[in-house]
């Protein structure tokens, strides 16, 4: 009875918020698009992301400058999302869960971002449709493939929901590997973000046995890539690691963006 009223109380709260931040006509200064929204929030979410976890990216120029694709991730604590966004030269379309999204205010700035829900521990055909769509426009969609934040230190078995999408939409995934565990508000620790190439999964059938191989794959490579991390930050962050990827800090990017792909539409129809 009490997680019914909760459950009522927050949706209410949150329906209220819309209205209100709707109302002011905010999102109409980006024309409601993330691609336009972000390379401004970076400004603003990198230092804030820095600070709170002294971090550095790697292979960042691994990362495709444009088309669409899948970026899979690992995950470990609650920095993630803002460390990645702000170790990313691309905006990113995170698939976030439903019950964050639900949050007043707070869920609708992520929205604002490109961030679309997904219920967890259930098929979210909806999710998936707009992922596929977002990919299909030329957008980076990112996953955290393990479907939930891992416990025990290190990354866990990827979940085929982000493979499917980026076989049946024929575009690459982008593995990332996250050294994170341990960091909480008050132990802020040094993160670090590496970026793998992009993998090609066209030659993969588009069924369930394709999935799941593809999810082999990718898992190989994420955790090749946390491994990397780990020790980048236990070596204090060279200039370069041994597979020759670069360090870099925050991708901040010029205010005027010449080119970019069209606005999603349906991220578009859910932040309005």
Same mark, same amino acid.
């Given at each position: 009875?009490?997680?019914? #009223?909760?459950?009522?109380?927050?949706?209410?709260?949150?329906?209220?918020?819309?209205?209100?931040?709707?109302?002011?006509?905010?999102?109409?200064?980006?024309?409601?698009?993330?691609?336009?929204?972000?390379?401004?929030?970076?400004?603003?979410?990198?230092?804030?992301?820095?600070?709170?976890?002294?971090?550095?990216?790697?292979?960042?120029?691994?990362?495709?400058?444009?088309?669409?694709?899948?970026?899979?991730?690992?995950?470990?604590?609650?920095?993630?999302?803002?460390?990645?966004?702000?170790?990313?030269?691309?905006?990113?379309?995170?698939?976030?869960?439903?019950?964050?999204?639900?949050?007043?205010?707070?869920?609708?700035?992520? %929205?604002?971002?490109?961030?679309?829900?997904?219920?967890?521990?259930?098929?979210?055909?909806?999710?998936?449709? %707009?992922?596929?769509?977002?990919?299909?426009?030329?957008?980076? /969609?990112?996953?955290?493939?393990?479907?939930?934040? %891992?416990?025990?230190?290190?990354?866990?078995?990827?979940?085929?929901?982000?493979?499917?999408?980026?076989? %049946?939409?024929?575009?690459?995934?982008?593995?990332?590997? /996250?050294?994170?565990?341990?960091?909480?508000?008050?132990?802020?620790?040094?993160?670090?973000?590496?970026?793998?190439?992009?993998?090609?999964?066209?030659?993969?059938?588009?069924?369930?046995?394709?999935?799941?191989?593809?999810?082999? #794959?990718?898992?190989?490579?994420?955790?090749?890539?946390?491994?990397?991390?780990?020790?980048? /930050?236990?070596?204090?962050?060279?200039?370069?690691?041994?597979?020759?990827?670069?360090?870099?800090?925050?991708?901040?990017?010029?205010?005027?963006?010449?080119?970019?792909?069209?606005?999603?539409?349906?991220?578009?129809?859910?932040?309005?």
């Amino acid at each position: 009875m009490l997680d019914s #009223i909760v459950t009522v109380a927050v949706d209410r709260a949150s329906k209220l918020g819309r209205v209100f931040l709707t109302r002011l006509g905010i999102p109409q200064l980006w024309r409601r698009d993330p691609e336009v929204l972000w390379p401004r929030m970076r400004w603003f979410v990198a230092p804030v992301a820095m600070a709170l976890a002294p971090s550095y990216g790697y292979g960042v120029e691994r990362v495709p400058a444009s088309g669409g694709g899948v970026i899979a991730s690992n995950h470990l604590s609650a920095i993630d999302p803002p460390l990645v966004g702000a170790l990313c030269p691309r905006a990113i379309f995170y698939m976030a869960k439903a019950e964050l999204l639900a949050l007043p205010i707070v869920g609708e700035v992520l %929205q604002w971002t490109g961030a679309f829900p997904v219920r967890r521990g259930e098929g979210d055909r909806e999710s998936v449709r %707009q992922a596929r769509e977002i990919a299909r426009e030329g957008h980076m /969609v990112g996953v955290f493939v393990e479907g939930t934040r %891992q416990r025990l230190g290190y990354p866990g078995r990827v979940l085929p929901g982000a493979m499917m999408i980026a076989l %049946q939409e024929g575009v690459p995934v982008v593995p990332c590997g /996250v050294y994170s565990f341990g960091w909480s508000p008050r132990n802020r620790m040094s993160c670090a973000v590496v970026w793998g190439e992009p993998i090609d999964l066209s030659g993969l059938p588009r069924s369930g046995r394709g999935h799941r191989r593809a999810a082999d #794959i990718v898992g190989a490579e994420i955790l090749r890539l946390w491994r990397q991390a780990a020790e980048a /930050v236990s070596a204090g962050f060279p200039e370069a690691l041994p597979d020759g990827a670069l360090r870099a800090g925050p991708a901040y990017r010029p205010l005027r963006v010449p080119t970019m792909p069209r606005p999603s539409t349906s991220v578009k129809k859910a932040a309005a």
